[in-house]
């Protein structure tokens, strides 16, 4: 397994079919262990000989990340199977790592990496926040004392709490100053006292059941100064910037999940009855089809805008990782709502060949973490759009093309540059340009820039930006209250549905300009997807449209029913399942 390719194509293969009743990792064996609450043993050994823990830990203290593109490809082949897997085995041990990979000295970053190397796990207990989801509100707390700091409290709801040996620990610093008030502290649970640390119960919850979400409490347990993580007071920024890297990676285990979710809704269409029809001679069933999977390739091209953002444009990808991570989850989420009047009641089937979806819509608020996750992305945007409205679009200039090309090389990750304000909004700047390409097009050119419909799509959505351009030019930046009324929110939707048309204009057109060299992906290369997502997205804007593009959206389907048959993920990269 030499290059990150190889090694999506080893893990996937590794699984097996998930369709095959013989597989012992196949959807009945998942189901059962869903069912059950308990972790799939065979499947944790399959990821223990991959050595998935290594592709959380950075390249330079001997693991194998290097691009966090290819990170999130490399989560598909488990979470397109089981959320509960994916993230109890290996992601929720990246979550907890990131504040020591992002602030932590060289002795904390080996520690992490030796933990994680070693096929051990680590945790993490997060601070509360006022919006908080499901669980109770507990904490723990550090207080100093001579020899370090003294740790006490409680957490109930913690992923791997009584399987994890690393602790990564968010903790109410007493006397703090505003803004101060949490500190990281990281802990190898073998060194720690064993009375000092107790397992609390474990709590049901409704998605990813097989995903141990426990409690520890620690009373009275001394740790020497060197278990902070940066500086006393710095937990709320180690949270913020830890997010930079987590949201990038949060459409790709959603659109997973949804992908599964897809192909059992198609293959449940596809089939045919007695009369020889099925159901994709109902109009409406083609639509939920078609629309599901250009939600996907949305959230793919977000996805890697988000990603490659973190390499390419460090000084202004955190409006981009904060919105592709708020709009996946609301778009797979009512796809899913689509899809399932499409199965009727197979939808509630919790075995056979259609049971993997309601599996998969259970695990989606999990796995997207939430409610409070989805206000927190929209808040984090909000403050930059004020600046963005004054001084970056329709002025900045367009991002590197490499930040559409996923075949292209990186710079390496360095994760002392990325900022959670940014200084400017490239991304947008694509939109401005393609719509400028479109309209300067020749009449014999039409064809294969999409022709009329897909210019017209784009000029509404430049003027959907400046639309919002007027708005937010009003807004005082810094001004609190006019940034949290409820017009401001109904904004920043829809400037993630801006961003979203953007990143598809900038992916088709670098696929059209990757025909030339023999790199291209053909479907991606033509206009046709192109043109139906800005469809999909412009109606969901509420704005005017051009006629129906049938003919695009009948390519779509086809797609969708080809990659049915030929065994091929729903994503930007066709990939092959096993």
């Not at 007695?274 to 959230?299: A, N, P, Q, Y």
């Not at 064809?447 to 009329?452: E, I, V």
């Not at 351009?469 to 807004?475: G, M, Q, R």
């Not at 804007?541 to 086809?558: I, M």
Request: charged content about 25%; overall charge negative.
């Amino acid at each position: 397994m030499t290059t990150a390719e190889d090694r999506i194509d080893a893990l996937e293969l590794a699984f097996g079919s998930l369709d095959d009743p013989g597989n012992p990792l196949g959807a009945a064996a998942l189901l059962a262990a869903d069912a059950a609450g308990a972790v799939l043993p065979e499947a944790e050994q399959v990821l223990d000989a991959f050595g998935l823990n290594a592709e959380f830990v950075p390249a330079d203290v001997g693991g194998r990340l290097e691009r966090m593109d290819l990170l999130g490809r490399l989560l598909r082949p488990v979470f397109r199977r089981d959320a509960s897997l994916g993230f109890g085995y290996g992601l929720n041990c990246f979550f907890a790592a990131t504040p020591v990979w992002t602030a932590g000295d060289d002795a904390q970053r080996r520690l992490a990496a030796r933990l994680l190397l070693s096929g051990r796990r680590v945790a993490v207990a997060r601070h509360e926040v006022a919006h908080g989801n499901d669980f109770v509100r507990d904490e723990f707390t550090a207080r100093a004392v001579p020899d370090g700091l003294v740790i006490d409290g409680s957490k109930s709801a913690i992923a791997n709490a009584s399987r994890a040996t690393g602790l990564v620990v968010f903790a109410r610093t007493e006397g703090a100053a505003r803004g101060r008030s949490h500190t990281v502290l990281l802990l190898d649970r073998d060194e720690l006292p064993a009375d000092a640390v107790e397992n609390l119960a474990r709590r049901e919850t409704t998605g990813m059941r097989s995903a141990e979400f426990g409690g520890l409490r620690i009373t009275d347990c001394l740790v020497p100064r060197s278990a902070v993580v940066g500086e006393v007071g710095d937990g709320y920024e180690l949270s913020l910037r830890s997010s930079l890297l987590i949201r990038g990676l949060i459409p790709s285990i959603v659109l997973a999940g949804a992908d599964t979710a897809l192909r059992t809704v198609a293959r449940f269409a596809n089939r045919r009855r007695e009369d020889g029809r099925s159901s994709l001679d109902v109009r409406h069933v083609r639509d939920v089809l078609t629309g599901g999977f250009l939600d996907l390739l949305i959230i793919d091209c977000l996805a890697l805008v988000a990603t490659r953002a973190l390499h390419l444009l460090p000084r202004q990808m955190s409006a981009y990782a904060a919105a592709a991570a708020y709009l996946a989850p609301k778009l797979v989420a009512e796809s899913m709502d689509e899809m399932s009047a499409v199965l009727g009641e197979e939808t509630f089937a919790q075995d056979g060949a259609y049971a993997m979806f309601q599996k998969q819509r259970r695990d989606l608020p999990v796995t997207s973490l939430g409610h409070a996750g989805s206000a927190g992305r929209q808040v984090s945007i909000l403050p930059q759009l004020p600046y963005f409205a004054r001084h970056a679009w329709f002025a900045d200039p367009e991002p590197p093309p490499d930040l559409f090309r996923p075949d292209r090389g990186l710079p390496p990750l360095d994760l002392s540059q990325p900022v959670l304000l940014g200084d400017g909004d490239p991304l947008a700047a694509t939109l401005v340009a393609c719509t400028d390409l479109l309209e300067a097009a020749e009449p014999q050119d039409e064809t294969g820039l999409g022709g009329p419909a897909l210019r017209f799509l784009t000029r509404v959505l430049t003027g959907e930006l400046a639309e919002l351009k007027k708005a937010f030019e009003n807004v005082a930046e810094g001004d609190r209250e006019a940034l949290s009324s409820p017009q401001s929110f109904g904004l920043a939707d829809r400037y993630t549905l801006v961003l979203a048309a953007a990143a598809c204009l900038g992916v088709w057109r670098e696929q059209r300009a990757a025909t030339a060299d023999g790199r291209a992906d053909a479907f991606l290369a033509a206009p046709a997807w192109v043109t139906a997502v800005l469809y999909r997205l412009v109606a969901r804007l509420g704005l005017p449209l051009p006629d129906r593009p049938a003919e695009p959206e009948r390519l779509v389907l086809d797609e969708v029913v080809a990659r049915l048959h030929n065994r091929r993920s729903y994503d930007l990269y066709a990939s092959p399942l096993a």
